[in-house]
């Protein structure tokens, strides 16, 4: 994770911390809900209605992402993807990050303005308006990010994963199994011949399957469809990021009903649309009749049950990501 | 850092993520802001007076703390205290609290319930009625705590380190010196022949000099006085985290004048008093004649400047902590 600094790339500890958030700041923009951004004890931020949602996040590297697979500019835009869609979830319109970072002395700077980079870009490109209000850097051996996002609800209910009732249609937005077809290509084609990751083969990987391999490193998840799904009437949603079939049983669960996926509906690669982790995707539940928003697809129906996911009315098993299984700590 | 399993004592990784939520979350109480706690995408927490104060922040094993000093209840209390604190700085109310915690899945579980338990009674100490609104739970071969803090304004302005003037009233509240003096008695007799910290002496050390030691590892900070200090008027106020002096320096820089202590009003030790770190107090000025609320001590003067530190009217250098410079990479 160390590099050696060049003339003109010192690092964070010869440049010292006031230093490098002189470099930083200037690259982020508090947005439009920042009342007091960056620089005080605290921030302060609007919260029109009355209320904020908030959701928190940790990308560790080794678990989480591999600098010889993403560059600093895309984890900038996935911590802030991540986050965001949580914030999509609920129904809220994003408003604002704070983002804390644990990062190596030894760490060239230019690191963090990569990922500050992508951390503009991302709020850009998914949540026009929304900012980074404020952060905190610390030191560690391990590069640590911490994201908190902020949104507004804008007078509505919040969307909860516990609404779905039977006879309501299931809908997604958004991809489903890019991300994992992504990871799978990094380990298999993008690591070196001990299986570690490689940066040359990893690029080689990426710039041979662009889509797959931005779906994992620097999700475009439909952020703007959670508002839209709240006004259409959504009854539940969630945020896909441990895999279809798991994040379904939770609104399964959390409702006391049955979701039913259309098989045909979900692509051609079944195991990998219901299975595969870190999409972003949005699953949500409308009423009968409702008008479902762009880009939400219809894929399946709420039945009377006890928490199960089934595909073409037949139950299908669990699968996805939990951090504490299958992880060998290695720090790639 | 890592530990060998007990019998009813499981690792994180044994135990698998749900259950371990299973296990912290009914030691965590949402608060009365609490909207909708933790359990969906994200939480929702209300914020009357249309505004919310937020400030985060990261705890880092090596850096920032030491399991062979710190139980796993003071690293909760702390992460508690010290984000509290700069939500009182701002002279807010602290409502709520999200933690990230990214924790090596060898570590027992038992680890993070003492930190839940911290949480708890540092937000029942220090600011009843606040709770934990939501987190997240990854895992890294380093232990990283993340506290997100949120605090309501109660429609009065932010009090920010800007509004200083000549004429002002210097003063302060809380501890001077104690967490230095603390961390000091932990590396003079809490390490071992080697200079690594050591389990058995600092808890020797914490048994002789409770209070010192316990400044540095559990601190009290005056959160409520925050609150006291805003309707009293303050013109300035920030957290003392960095030491007295540098932290003088940032109200004196950010109003444009000088701060100028009384030498005798700091306390017997002057220089511990002006460059202990991690105490956080916080340093407030006043228009003269307020009436400076308890347990604020009055300790000086705003005087005409240009961002110095003045003792008894002589300048002193400013001397504080920068989490990169000194730092070896110890994980202790």
């Known amino acids: 994770m160390e590099r050696a600094a060049h003339p003109g790339d010192p690092t964070i500890a010869e440049l010292g911390e006031s230093a490098v958030l002189g470099r930083i700041l200037p690259r982020l923009a508090p947005g439009d809900a920042a009342l007091l951004g960056a620089g005080d004890d605290a921030a302060v931020v609007a919260a029109a209605d009355g209320r904020f949602v908030v959701t928190t996040d940790l990308l560790v590297h080794g678990p989480d992402f591999r600098l010889a697979w993403s560059t600093p500019f895309d984890l900038g835009w996935k911590a802030a993807a991540t986050n965001l869609t949580d914030v999509a979830a609920m129904g809220a319109r994003p408003t604002a990050l704070v983002v804390a970072i644990a990062v190596p002395p030894t760490m060239p700077v230019t690191v963090l303005e ?6 503009r870009e991302g709020l850009a490109a998914l ?9 905190d850097l610390s030191a560690s051996t391990v590069l640590t990010i ?5 949104g507004d609800l804008e007078g509505r ?5 516990s609404g779905a009732v039977p006879g309501d249609v299931v809908a997604h ?12 290509l990094l380990f298999d084609a993008g690591t070196d011949a001990a299986g570690e990751p490689d940066p040359v083969r990893a690029a080689d990987v990426r710039a041979q399957y662009p889509r797959l391999v931005g779906a994992q490193l620097a999700p475009q998840p439909p952020v703007s469809a959670g508002v839209a799904a709240a006004r259409a009437g959504a009854t539940a949603m969630l945020d896909v990021s441990d895999g279809l079939a798991r994040d379904a049983r939770r609104i399964a669960e959390a409702s006391g009903v049955d979701l039913d996926f259309v098989g045909a509906a979900l692509g051609p690669d079944l195991r990998v649309a219901l299975a595969g982790a870190e999409d972003h995707g949005l ?28 595909v073409d009315g037949r139950p299908v098993g669990s699968d996805g990501w939990d951090p504490y299984s299958g992880w060998d700590g290695r720090a790639g």
Chains 1, 2 share one sequence.
């Open 127 to 135: 949540a026009p308006g929304a900012g980074v209000v404020g952060g």
């Open 283 to 310: 699953l949500a539940t409308f009423p009968a009749g409702a008008s479902v928003p762009e880009p939400f697809e219809v894929v399946g129906s709420v039945v009377a049950g006890t928490g199960g996911v089934l």
């Open 173 to 184: 937005a958004g991809a489903r199994g890019d991300a994992a077809r992504g990871l799978a």
């Open 157 to 161: 209910a919040p969307v909860l994963r």
């Open 146 to 150: 911490a994201v908190t996002a902020f």
């Open 114 to 119: 990569g990922i500050a980079d992508g951390l």
